[in-house]
């Protein structure tokens, strides 16, 4: 018997807004016991020059609060003080995601619109609700995202649908929904493109990225065994998490879940198409290890995770495009969903060129022409941080060939967060 198709309200999903809330994010708690809160984040980015910082926006605040903290002077703290660590891992554990600035921290939960008759997914009518620099590249950095992921929310319910329309094998319904599919993906490059018109990568190097770094993967940049979060128990551990990236978007994800993408440790070779595993095989077979997509499922909100571990267990569109090659509509409409999907990743993989490649190499170069400045000193710069060698940790899918040439040429630089830098 097939499993049955998951319905989104169970998962708290929009069936309009998608990922995002479906309750527009509070601008502000209202019981006044938080008024210290609000009036510390309202004041952040002096605070941060200064060297001294209902669920949803008390994980967004106090994450904010935490990576000032520990960003916010001239190298980095170790320890996170209890009065912000107690409250953020009690929240964290209510809503089930890790105690750090994850995407949907800074992005998923951290907007407003300007005006509340207008759509979302316009980035002209979007607004941030909290940001460490007050810039409105950081602004504009995140809204991005938040226009891109209400702007695709609705493939998400036309996917489902495609998904029955699969079992019912009807192959007219699932060909007019890939239809749709392609051209929902090609508006979110275009909106993606978007990114250069009021983000500088140099401000955005230099000034936003390194807040948003995690304690994972950080001992060039002061923090070699991650961060302290203090709870008053005497028995407190060091904790390493990844900082934010895109490839915490649960909207990205199901895209190649369920178009059936698979993704496997870097190095692991695609199987011949005469020995790959039908969808049973697949879902009984044991996760691969070192799966980057799969550990930053970790960082997305825990029912997003688990729709995402659902609907893998029902995708069969690409089974069912592979059953009826003889359908060219059909086939034509699914490989214009892996071509527009191809474009979507080459544009990011584009931007991060732009924004994290070239701007560290700018470092490197520059750094090489006076080694006596930096000689006998304790690096904290996360610029050269980034440019720490890693284990391999990313993926392998069809499309992301530029992603991996682009990694090899890097030299093993990280994503936004400190993640791998590959195509989200």
Request: aromatic letters at 8%; hydrophobic letters at 40%; charged letters at 20%.
């Amino acid at each position: 018997m097939l499993p049955p198709i998951p319905v989104l309200a169970d998962y708290g999903i929009s069936p309009t807004h998608g990922f995002l809330p479906d309750v527009l994010p509070l601008t502000r708690l209202p019981d006044p016991y938080y008024n210290k809160w609000e009036a510390i984040v309202a004041n952040l980015q002096g605070l941060i020059l200064s060297k001294r910082l209902q669920w949803r926006r008390a994980y967004m605040l106090l994450c904010f609060m935490a990576h000032g903290y520990i960003w916010g002077g001239d190298s980095p703290s170790e320890r996170l003080p209890a009065s912000i660590s107690v409250p953020l891992l009690k929240i964290s554990e209510h809503l089930e995601v890790p105690p750090v600035a994850t995407y949907a921290a800074v992005c998923l939960w951290n907007f407003k619109p300007l005006f509340m008759d207008e759509d979302i997914d316009n980035l002209e009518n979007l607004a941030t609700l909290c940001t460490f620099t007050g810039a409105l590249d950081e602004s504009w950095f995140y809204l991005v995202s938040v226009a891109m992921e209400a702007r695709g929310a609705p493939i998400i319910s036309l996917m489902l649908t495609a998904i029955a329309a699969a079992r019912e094998d009807d192959a007219a319904a699932v060909t007019r929904c890939l239809h749709t599919f392609a051209e929902r993906l090609d508006d979110l490059t275009t909106l993606l493109q978007r990114m250069h018109e009021s983000c500088d990568p140099h401000i955005f190097y230099h000034r936003i990225r390194p807040f948003l770094a995690g304690s994972k993967n950080m001992a060039e940049a002061g923090l070699p065994n991650g961060v302290l979060y203090e709870d008053n128990s005497g028995n407190e551990t060091y904790r390493q998490y990844a900082g934010g990236s895109n490839a915490q978007s649960s909207l990205i994800q199901f895209f190649d879940i369920v178009l059936g993408i698979e993704h496997r440790p870097t190095g692991d070779k695609k199987p011949h198409l005469s020995t790959t595993p039908s969808r049973s095989a697949r879902a009984a077979a044991p996760a691969p290890k070192h799966n980057f997509i799969m550990e930053m499922r970790r960082y997305m909100p825990g029912p997003h995770a688990r729709f995402l571990a659902d609907v893998q267990s029902v995708s069969n569109i690409r089974e069912y495009v592979e059953r009826n090659r003889q359908n060219i509509s059909l086939c034509a409409a699914y490989d214009a969903c892996l071509a527009m999907l191809r474009a979507l990743r080459d544009k990011h993989i584009a931007i991060v060129t732009r924004y994290i490649v070239i701007p560290s190499r700018e470092v490197a170069r520059a750094r090489s022409r006076s080694p006596e400045a930096t000689r006998g000193q304790k690096v904290v710069n996360l610029a050269t941080a980034s440019r720490k060698r890693m284990q391999p940790q990313g993926i392998a899918y069809d499309a992301r060939g530029a992603a991996e040439e682009q990694a090899k040429k890097s030299g093993g630089l990280k994503g936004t967060g400190g993640t791998a830098l590959i195509a989200f």
